[in-house]
């Protein structure tokens, strides 16, 4: 039984918004001011979609790019477009070339790329002009949603986005969310130190780390005068090598054993002082502290205050409390699969670092991995052992074995729904620990999600390959309003027509006296036949109940 609170011509008044078409894949390059870009500054990169997601603006997210390079225009990332988000990507200090090169210096990630990256932020927000003089909301011909800026950080560049966010909290308190995808944070991750995927010579998992418990035996290590550490920077881009660095002695013969020892793989960086090479605080600590050096030892060998200093700028974990505090709202994910790209610890150790540490700093929205149903919108199959984590539930050095995606589950359905979802709690203000859907025929709704706080928002479901989909509200008993796109239709009297594909169907605030229940059909025919009388066998239809206001 149809229940309404309000009458016909109120309803329809909610659906009057009107999608703005801009070309999607339009981008262009400008740069921003920064002191670490010299007189030239940043390059950026923006890239605006067709339609912004939301009736009322695009959100925007800021791409971070992994590694220990400093190109992110034109690197790895997801492109949003279609999903109605304005996206940034840019290039560190010092960075890319031709007319894309960032001014400055690139420091290896250090203090010139965090002030490049806090600039960049800035701009995303509203809060800073390029060198024109222009905000990106007089670049781009959509509104913005200056209210649901997020970061997107792939990999390494989680590291420098936790520290941004910790180290200029107070210019950046206006970000809404962060997404790290597979980022190595924690001392010791970046230059994988409890095992990694790509040595040729090193066991997978180093034997000196207990997976069980995150706890470290160090007992074992040891130096070699003879050890080479091979490195490439701009004075020796073909690579250079230096001899004396560390490794676990794990059969105790006192000799580099390539194969059964563990060697440690610093990150050498050529610095005005000298080639240095940075390994952990707690390798170089215990190393100093235990007569692991010898009494004579290369420069290029740092010292405790020097490591520090280092990866004070470099390793995220240093900064969560720092983040919780000027970002108090901040809603944050990691992304994690049964394989890191890099990381081999069966425990993911550097996921657990940043879940537990936001978590403890106190943020209200930590997750591992996406909702479930933001996966199965963006893929064509559902693999086994999909998970579905709650929003901040326990997770431990075992549990974490089952909370990772599967193989299966493609890096960008696995960052794209990641972004959908902190981008739509943003919007309608839910930190909830579970997204559930209200779908009679889950088949063929599953991907509707509806949330209601103050607003209302259905995405649309996935639309199999060879399908068009029909959509309409039923407004009362008789009446169906049929959407052809994203809160825009018509009163149904005896044609139909397709829903365009716009990512977000119904999209609208709630008045506090507003309340009832409707249903919201989808109906999936073959392209080009008659929606009312399709091919035998092909027609599927979904049910989907909104329970508005209550």
């Not at 609170?5 to 262009?28: N, P, S």
């Not at 881009?237 to 794990?250: A, W």
């Not at 249903?519 to 989907?544: C, I, Q, R, W």
Request: hydrophobic letters at 40%; glycine letters at 12%; a negative charge.
């Amino acid at each position: 039984m149809l229940r309404r609170a309000v009458g016909l011509w109120a309803l329809l008044f909610l659906f009057a918004g009107e999608g703005v078409l801009f070309a999607c894949g339009d981008t262009f390059l400008t740069f921003v001011p920064s002191e670490a870009g010299g007189a030239t500054g940043i390059a950026v990169q923006v890239t605006a979609p067709e339609r912004c997601r939301y009736l009322n603006g695009c959100p925007v997210v800021v791409n971070v790019p992994g590694g220990w390079g400093g190109v992110g225009i034109g690197g790895t990332g997801v492109d949003l477009c279609q999903e109605g988000f304005v996206q940034i990507r840019f290039n560190f200090p010092g960075s890319g070339e031709g007319e894309t090169k960032s001014g400055g210096s690139y420091d290896t990630r250090g203090p010139n790329c965090l002030e490049a990256l806090k600039d960049v932020v800035l701009f995303a927000l509203g809060q800073k002009t390029d060198s024109q003089g222009k905000y990106l909301k007089d670049l781009v011909s959509l509104p913005l949603l200056e209210t649901n800026v997020g970061v997107v950080a792939y990999s390494n560049g989680g590291n420098a986005a936790i520290s941004v966010l910790g180290l200029y909290g107070d210019e950046l308190s206006s970000v809404a969310w962060l997404l790290n995808w597979e980022s190595p944070v924690g001392d010791g991750m970046p230059d994988v130190e409890a095992g990694g995927w790509h040595s040729e010579t090193n066991p997978t998992v180093n034997p000196a780390y207990n997976p069980n418990d995150g706890s470290w035996d160090l007992s074992s290590l040891r130096y070699d005068a003879n050890l080479l550490l091979y490195y490439t920077d701009s004075e020796n881009p073909t690579g250079g090598r230096l001899s004396g660095g560390l490794y676990f002695d794990i059969n105790g013969n006192g000799a580099v054993d390539y194969g059964t020892d563990y060697v440690l793989f610093p990150i050498v960086v050529a610095e005005t002082t000298g080639i240095h090479a940075y390994y952990s605080e707690r390798v170089t600590s215990y190393a100093w502290s235990h007569g692991v050096y010898p009494s004579s030892i290369p420069s290029h060998i740092t010292t405790v205050g020097q490591t520090r200093e280092f990866w004070r700028y470099r390793n995220g974990e240093l900064w969560f409390s720092a983040v919780a505090k000027a970002l108090p709202n901040l809603k944050f994910m990691v992304l994690a699969s049964e394989k890191d790209h890099v990381q081999a610890a069966p425990d993911h150790p550097h996921i657990l670092v940043q879940y537990h540490g936001f978590l403890e700093a106190g943020l209200p929205f930590v997750r591992l991995n996406p909702d479930s149903s933001y996966l199965r919108r963006e893929m064509d199959s559902l693999p086994a052992g999909m998970v579905d984590n709650d929003a901040g539930a326990e997770i431990d050095h075992f549990s974490i074995r089952r909370a990772v995606e599967p193989e299966a589950v493609p890096f960008p359905a696995l960052v794209s729904g990641g972004i959908l979802e902190l981008a739509d709690r943003t919007v309608t203000d839910r930190d909830n620990r579970q997204i559930s859907l209200f779908a009679a025929n889950e088949d063929e709704s599953l991907s509707l999600q509806f949330k209601a706080k103050d607003r209302v928002l259905v995405l649309c479901p996935r639309i199999a390959k060879g399908y068009e989909m029909y959509a309409a509200v039923l407004l009362d008993e008789s009446t169906l309003f049929v959407l052809t796109g994203m809160d825009t239709g018509y009163i149904f009297s005896d044609g139909l027509l397709p829903y365009n594909g716009d990512p977000v169907m119904l999209d609208f605030g709630l008045d506090p006296e507003f309340s009832g229940t409707f249903v919201l059909y989808t109906y999936f025919v073959p392209e080009g036949s008659d929606p009312f009388n399709p091919p035998a066998g092909t027609a599927k239809l979904g049910v989907t109940y909104l329970n508005l206001g209550e």
